[in-house]
């Protein structure tokens, strides 16, 4: 099933599909986020946003809004 | 490598003994790509790119985190593919083997064509092998890992002779960002340019991140094999308790609560060793050296000038140590983790928090850390707030005036009401501050999408060494950036209270020099009515006298506009002036100085000077008014433009004028 990243659980994980922001998913690909890559959803801030997710190694941390643009596969 | 939250945003240098030579080290700020999106970055783009730069260098050594060499060999190829001699260094070694991968460094060498270096900069680990390798003769290396000619190669070649580089990917990085630090006329060529050619640079972008990734994953299957091992659970266990939704911000205001007394109760010692040895050197100047007119400047202008920079320094150092070891520790992050979404509402970013808070010990620093916000809007935003938050300079005239209309002995709740007063003074400070950012972020306009894309790193040890070299750069940078305004600014206000027109400064000198006063006062009482006196006389009492009728609904009588007028440079030197208005001489004694305003008397109701609504009012003033030269030539640094330091001084004075009137009209 794909959606976007930011509506997987705490723990759940998916498999980056693809980006629906372009300017964005340049940084995004840049720091490690590439289609196919594992992604796991490991916390979320108190307030529900941003959240951080483990993702080539190493956990960063991004808004919802940006998580959103990111569609896996889970 | 790595974007985290904190001080590491100016490039550092030092130099380096080599083997046979000596090297100057260029420490730039950390980024992920040769594609900018943020200042810090902009700098180490520059000088990675910038064939002009004079810091250009002849090494470049990528340190890399060994335990995510992925990612980390992004940046290191690109640096290849420009074609600059290379070095990749493998730092955080340990953390790679705690992760359970081994790294083949020959082949990787082979695939990069650069020399590969382990180390652990933590443990010191084989640093010498690091400066052996740099020591000896670093050529370029012959492969080329992602050829970007394939993209748009029309382009790239024009785009070559417009940049006058002679590498397709120099030309390449260039032509993405070409706004970095080409002039107006060749990036405008370049612009054209790329346009003929029908030059799509965000797809380039893409396509060359997609292809480089292609690369590099196959030579990490060449060069690294993973075993399996069991995680630490500790990273997972302390991030679960300090983003919780009400340890998470227990805990932050708990470890803010502790900076803050340490930095107040801490810095108390050096602050009164600077501020009493300046005011003996000056004294003792004054006693050895003839009277004249340059001892005068010495000793009155530019040593009290140099004292107002001085003090300064314990609580900067502090603050900075402070956030150095949050930042090293990776709480940072996690800090702007959990405070984003309420920054976010008033147009704010979870990293500025740090400014913020910064800006309670000085705005100065406070301001240059908003650098590590991305966004333009919400770094222009921070910037423009930050001055709000009550600094460390205006704390001896809140002292002052709480002292002078609050009795000490009165109480609420329990709690002394001299310091609730005060609390309840920083309060205001913290809720405009958030108030004007909501309204500064309807009229700030910007196209660029705001991000907040961060790496929380894996909590560590802090460094103490790097920690007491990130206070002597703040400190240095303080020093140099705001003390040389300050100093100016003093002696223009030393010049303005020494002098006055025509022989008026004379006369007072004749009148007391009669018989009848030498017989009714000693000669330091004396000496003090005559300054009190050649101030009132002087350029700058004529000022603070014209400046009445603007004042005095606020409730404010020309002394007050005086030492408004002298305290525009900083804050403090407020205090400084009142002792000289009301002959007090050495500003040294801040009681007498409490004792003598609570005794004026206001010659119009024949009451108290300081009454409660006047002091109220002075106290709201400068709560908001933007009187400190340093953060006006610091804001102006920082933006490049003097609209905003304008539009800053304008926006805060008006909320000081207002809210002093509505204070004097409502308490009077």
């Known amino acids: 099933m794909k959606k976007p990243l930011g509506e997987l659980y705490k723990g759940q994980k998916g498999r980056i599909d693809s980006f629906n922001d372009k300017a ?24 529900g946003d941003p959240i951080a997710v483990s993702v080539s190694g190493y956990i960063l941390s991004l808004r919802l809004e940006e998580a959103n643009t990111i569609i896996v596969e889970c | 490598m790595g974007n985290f939250p904190g001080v590491t945003v100016e490039k550092k240098t030092g ?72 070095v990749l260094v493998l730092n955080m070694i340990d953390q790679a083997d705690k992760k359970g991968l081994t790294i083949d460094f020959d082949a990787l060498s082979v695939e990069l064509g650069i020399p590969v270096v382990y180390t652990n900069a933590r443990k010191q680990t084989n640093i010498r092998a690091l400066i052996k390798v740099i020591s000896g003769a670093v050529s370029v290396s ?3 890992i992602v050829d970007v000619g394939y993209l748009n190669a029309a382009a790239l070649n024009e ?46 972008q893409s396509s060359e991140a997609l292809h480089r990734y292609a690369a590099i994953g196959e030579i990490i299957k060449k060069c690294i094999s993973h075993f399996p091992v069991s995680e630490s659970k500790i990273n997972a266990l302390l991030d679960k308790v300090l983003t919780h939704k009400v340890w998470g911000y227990l805990i932050f205001l708990g470890v803010l609560f502790f900076i803050f007394q340490a930095i107040f109760t801490w810095s108390t010692y050096p602050m009164d060793l600077i501020e009493k040895g300046l005011i003996g050197l000056s004294g003792w100047l004054t006693d050895i050296l003839p009277s004249g007119i340059l001892v005068d400047l010495l000793c009155r202008g530019i040593i009290p000038g140099l004292t107002g920079v001085l003090i300064f320094v314990p609580q900067i150092a502090l603050l900075f140590a402070f956030i150095a070891v949050l930042e090293d520790t990776g709480y940072m992050a996690r800090v702007s983790f959990i405070m984003d979404k309420a920054m976010r509402k008033f ?55 709480i002292a002078l209309i609050i009795p000490p002995d009165k109480t609420f709740l329990g709690f ?16 405009s501050a958030l108030l004007s950012a909501y309204v500064m972020r309807l009229f700030i306009k910007t196209k660029e999408k705001s991000w907040f ?46 002098f006055g027109p025509d022989d008026t400064f004379g006369r007072v000198e004749q009148k007391y020099s009669a018989n009848e006063y030498s017989q009714q006062f000693s000669e330091k009482e004396i000496m003090n009515k005559i300054a009190a006196e050649k101030l009132e006389l002087s350029y700058a009492g004529i000022l603070g006298k ?76 400068y709560v908001f008014a933007l009187q400190c030269m340093s953060t006006i030539a610091i804001v102006y640094k920082e933006t490049k433009h003097w609209k905003w330091p304008l539009i800053q001084f304008i926006y805060m004075g008006a909320l000081a004028y207002l809210s002093s009137f509505i204070a004097y009209t409502i308490f009077k």
């Not at chain 2, 609904?553 to 002394?559: I, M, N, Q, T, V």
């Open chain 2, 453 to 498: 894309i961060m790496e929380m790193p894996d909590y560590r040890a802090p460094r103490w060494d790097n920690i007491g070299i990130t206070m002597l750069e703040k400190v240095k940078l303080f020093v140099l950036s705001a003390g040389k305004i300050i100093v100016i600014i003093s002696i223009v206000l030393w010049g303005l209270s020494s």
């Open chain 2, 15 to 86: 130099l380096c003994n080599l083997e046979n030579s000596k090297a100057e080290i260029i420490d730039l700020p950390g980024c992920y790509s040769l594609a900018p999106k943020s200042i810090d970055e902009e700098i180490s783009f520059n000088v990675l790119c910038n064939p002009n730069n004079p810091d250009k260098p002849d090494v470049v050594v990528v340190v890399a985190d060994a335990s995510n060499l992925k990612r980390s060999l992004f940046l290191c190829t690109q640096i290849v593919d420009l074609k600059i001699p290379t």
């Open chain 2, 546 to 621: 014209k400046i009445v009728p603007i004042i005095s609904p606020l409730g404010f009588d020309w002394k007050i506009g005086v030492s408004l007028i002298t305290s525009f440079a900083a804050r403090e030197v407020f205090v400084g002036t009142m002792a000289t208005l009301y002959s007090v001489g050495d500003a040294e004694n801040s009681s007498t100085v409490r004792e003598k305003m609570a005794a004026a008397i206001n010659p119009l109701t024949g009451g108290k000077a300081y009454t409660f609504a006047v002091g109220f009012s002075l106290l709201l003033f």
């Open chain 2, 142 to 144: 012959e492969k080329t």
């Open chain 2, 159 to 204: 785009a070559k002779s417009i940049c006058s580089v002679n590498n397709t990917y120099s030309a390449f990085v260039i032509a993405n960002s070409p706004s970095v630090f080409l002039d107006v006329d060749k990036s405008y060529l370049l612009e054209l340019s790329l346009q003929k050619h029908n030059y799509k640079r965000l797809q380039a």
């Open chain 1, 24 to 47: 964005l998913s340049l940084k995004l690909m840049e720091m490690g986020f590439l289609p196919g890559e594992v992604i796991q959803l490991s916390h979320i801030a108190p307030m």
């Open chain 2, 347 to 401: 147009g704010l970013n979870g990293r500025s928090v740090i400014p913020l808070i910064s800006g309670v010990a000085c705005a100065v620093p406070a301001i240059m850390s908003a650098r590590t916000i991305s966004n333009w809007k919400e770094r222009m935003i921070t910037i423009m707030v930050t001055p709000l938050m009550s600094c460390s300079a205006r704390l001896p005239v809140f002292t002052l005036l």
């Open chain 2, 416 to 431: 002394s009401l001299q310091g609730v007063t005060l609390m309840l003074l920083y309060l205001i400070g913290v809720v």
